[in-house]
């Protein structure tokens, strides 16, 4: 059974830093990427960072220059480091894997994890 283990979130002032991990277990399909999403309260969810099996990166524009996103492979973890974070990054964030075996394709979600950005 495939398993995401989040970390890393917490209660942070303006201008800190976080660094937000996800742990994959159970991986029986090829993995084409591997993301991070965030919902703020009374939001959609929205992307903020994906990388996929090439290591290409995309960004969410508002995050851009302030975050980064890492794997490694061996250990099929996803690394989020946010940087400058403001109030408005405050939200749940969610780790996100994405692959296929066969003819199959599958998604899989984290539990989230809380960050709040305090002015």
């Known amino acids: 059974q495939v398993q995401l283990v989040e970390s890393g979130g917490g209660l942070v002032q303006a201008g800190g830093s976080l660094r937000l991990s996800c742990a994959a277990s159970g991986i029986i399909f090829s993995i084409n990427g591997m993301g991070w999403y965030r919902q703020a309260p009374g939001k959609q969810r929205e992307l903020v960072a994906v990388?996929?099996?090439?290591?290409?990166?995309n960004y969410a524009d508002s995050v851009k220059g302030r975050f980064t996103i890492s794997r490694d492979n061996a250990k099929n973890t996803v690394y989020l480091q946010m940087n400058s974070l403001k109030p408005e990054d405050t939200a749940v964030y969610y780790c996100?894997?994405?692959?296929?075996?066969?003819?199959?394709?599958?998604?899989?979600w984290g539990q989230g994890t809380q960050v709040t950005v305090s002015s």
């Open positions: 990388i996929i099996s090439g290591g290409s990166t």
């Open positions: 996100n894997v994405q692959g296929t075996a066969s003819i199959y394709e599958y998604d899989y």
